[in-house]
């Protein structure tokens, strides 16, 4: 087995102020293999995936590449060591072409003449089976095949190792298929992949190996077929499963019989189709249906957050106007956006500035909340959410991301909302946080606020919904509940239309 080790790291020790993000962290990579890196946000899976990439030097260990003792000082040096990384946000440029994204900034590309390059991008297009043409613009491609072109890219530059960061999470199921098929090829050329994802089932769908890290430290590497789903989910959250299992699927489905809160009729916007939506005080529902369905439209529609193009919307049985999010926010509803990053958190102010920002736009620019308004709000949703944070002036950025999306959540409660809507609450974020985030969905139900709820993991919202609304083409194709709350009347609706 040594002469198939990869690569190697021992001891790998990375210390940031207040924090020991890494605490003697060994890693085996094997020739041909594909190896899964889990653990909650904060379990030091990004920080390691940095020392080996160069971005962070490590306080103590070695890094040995196929047995040599290799120093990885910067990204350069990784990649001369045939380590290469494919992040969850594509880093190439859309509006050129295949070819001149797999050949930009390589040396011998001021050398190499159109039609080379061309030739040799086509070349391995073929060779990895990847469906796009070297001349077409990439910006054109789906996001599957664009971290595929990223991903030959990196073949091409002699990998041999290569890092896949999250690279499914916004992939549908076909698309998933073909990036599969993709790791698989190379696997069988001997790359070995570092597979870091949040969906389990494909962990156990496409990998050899697991390494487990909780709070810094190695739990263990396990064979894949040798550790049961659950255990996985204990080791990496450190606790029994009695919770978990306590929001088994079916004990929430009971049918809520309350007033109407929000009703829409006809509403549509520039990115919907006319559709009819209601919510009852205290119901949590969702949209649910695969990507591009329609599911996120809807609920920006509901917030205003693209041009509201008709409809009528009555809160209360009272008939209002939103047609823009902080009108939304006047008449008590709150949304967590899809993409945390682009629409949830601002990076470079602190995670006090963060979670008071909704409040302040409510309250008007002319009436600032007080800095010590503000540090007491802040210390009460970090304590109430269990934020991981050093400090409440620390930027948010920096943050793991179930804790940037904590101090979204935290921004929302602040102002104490009528209705929720929550897309994606869950999206790349660990099995420990995720409990956490389903538990208080049902809270605030209990409390009488309405949540709509949308996750692309079906079993996650069957736990916490009582009723769907299924989604196929921006069309609603049926609203499931009571006994016909399950996966498999889900699956049949997305698929047939509407259920019977």
């Known amino acids: 087995m040594e002469e198939n080790c990869l690569l190697k790291l021992r001891g790998i020790d990375k210390l940031f102020p207040g924090v020991h993000a890494l605490n003697n962290v060994d890693f085996t990579l094997r020739k041909g293999e594909i190896h899964a890196l889990m653990g909650e946000n904060g379990a030091g899976k990004s920080t390691l995936i940095k020392i ?57 590309n001021l050398w190499v003449k159109q039609k080379s390059y061309e030739k040799r991008a086509e070349e391995i297009l073929n060779s ?51 990036l599969f098929g993709l790791m698989r090829d190379l696997k069988s050329r001997g ?58 699927e079916g004990e929430e489905h009971k049918e809520h019989t309350g007033e109407v809160f929000y009703e829409a009729k006809g509403l549509s916007s520039s990115e919907t189709l006319p559709f009819d939506f209601s919510i009852k005080k205290g119901e949590v529902n969702g949209f649910t249906g695969l990507l591009g369905s329609g599911r996120s439209e809807s609920v920006r529609a509901i917030f205003g957050a693209d041009k509201v193009g008709g409809g009528t919307v009555k809160i209360k049985g009272k008939t209002v106007k939103i047609n823009k999010p902080v009108d939304a926010m006047k008449n008590g ?74 101090v979204i959540l935290a921004r929302w409660l602040l102002t104490h909302p009528d209705y929720l809507i929550l897309d994606e609450p869950t999206r790349g974020i660990d099995v420990g946080t995720k409990l956490e985030i389903q538990k208080l969905v049902l809270k605030l139900a209990e409390e009488d606020v309405s949540v709509t709820f949308i996750s692309s993991e079906i079993e996650e919202m069957l736990r916490t919904c009582s009723r769907l609304i299924v989604m196929r083409d921006r069309h609603i194709v049926g609203e499931l509940k009571g006994n016909d709350l399950n996966q498999a009347q889900v699956m049949k609706t997305i698929a047939g239309g509407e259920s019977s």
Request: proline share 3%.
């Open 52 to 108: 080996l990439t160069g971005v962070y030097s490590m306080d103590a260990g070695s890094i040995l590449v196929e047995g040599k003792d290799v120093h990885i000082n910067s990204p350069q040096d990784a990649q001369n060591n045939g380590i290469s990384t494919v992040y969850q946000e594509i880093t190439l440029c859309p509006n050129l072409t295949v070819a001149e994204n797999m050949f930009i900034g390589r040396e011998d």
């Open 128 to 178: 990895l089976q990847i469906p796009a043409r070297a001349r077409q613009q990439l910006g054109n491609c789906s996001l599957a095949v664009q971290q595929m072109v990223a991903i030959a890219r990196a073949v091409d530059m002699q990998c041999k190792v290569l890092i896949l960061d999250e690279p499914t999470s916004s992939l549908d199921d076909k698309e998933v298929n073909m």
């Open 191 to 248: 790359v070995g992949i570092i597979f870091v994802t949040h969906f389990l089932e494909q962990v156990y769908e496409v990998s050899d190996r697991i390494t487990v890290l909780r709070n810094g430290e190695l739990v263990g590497e396990f064979l894949t077929e040798e550790l049961p789903q659950v255990q996985l989910v204990a080791k990496m959250i450190g606790k029994e499963l009695d919770e978990l299992n306590n929001l088994s």
């Open 333 to 406: 509803i709150g949304y967590l956006a899809e993409d945390r990053k682009r629409d949830g958190i601002i990076a470079d102010l602190s995670v006090r500035e963060n979670i008071i920002l909704a409040l302040q736009v409510m309250n008007g620019f002319f009436k600032p909340i007080s800095r010590s308004e503000s540090e007491a709000f802040a210390d009460e949703y970090i304590k109430a959410l269990n934020i991981k944070t050093a400090s409440r002036e620390t930027p948010v950025g920096s943050l793991s991301g179930g804790n940037q999306q904590k």
